[in-house]
Nanobody, 124 residues
Framework: VQLQASGGGLVQAGGSLRLSCAAS????????AAWFRQAPGTERTFVAGINRSGGIFYADSVKGRVTISRDNARTTLYLQMNSLRPEDTAVYYC???????????????????WGQGTQVTVSS
């Protein structure tokens, strides 16, 4: 399984970006998927996740501003981010977890496959 993240860039505070993560192989349809992010000098943290049945969970820091979705036909994961803030600046990673269940959706260790990351920079 390979994951290719894209859509990052430089945006002003209050702006929007849509991240995409294209997955190869058939695993996507039967796996949970998520977005994590890592700001400079910090640990990678959970942003949003969606399980195989469509259940969704967001980190409190982004709730109400981001929407995670998936297109199983296109094997692509999305993250629509609105009202961006400077503190959203980070490298965003997509992840796929065939064995992830709802209770560990936010756990990095549960995900078997990772994309290469896409940089999001929000200027004030």
């Amino acid at each position: 399984v390979q994951l290719q993240a894209s859509g990052g860039g430089l945006v002003q505070a209050g702006g929007s970006l849509r991240l995409s993560c294209a997955a190869s192989g058939r695993t996507f349809r039967s796996a949970a998927a998520a977005w994590f992010r890592q700001a400079p000098g910090t640990e990678r943290t959970f942003v949003a996740g969606i399980n195989r049945s469509g259940g969704i969970f967001y980190a409190d820091s982004v709730k109400g501003r981001v929407t995670i979705s998936r297109d199983n036909a296109r094997t692509t994961l999305y993250l629509q981010m609105n009202s961006l803030r400077p503190e959203d600046t980070a490298v965003y990673y997509c992840a796929l977890g065939p064995s992830v269940i709802s209770s560990n959706l936010a756990s990095q260790a549960a995900y078997a496959y990772w994309g290469q990351g896409t940089q999001v920079t929000v200027s004030s």
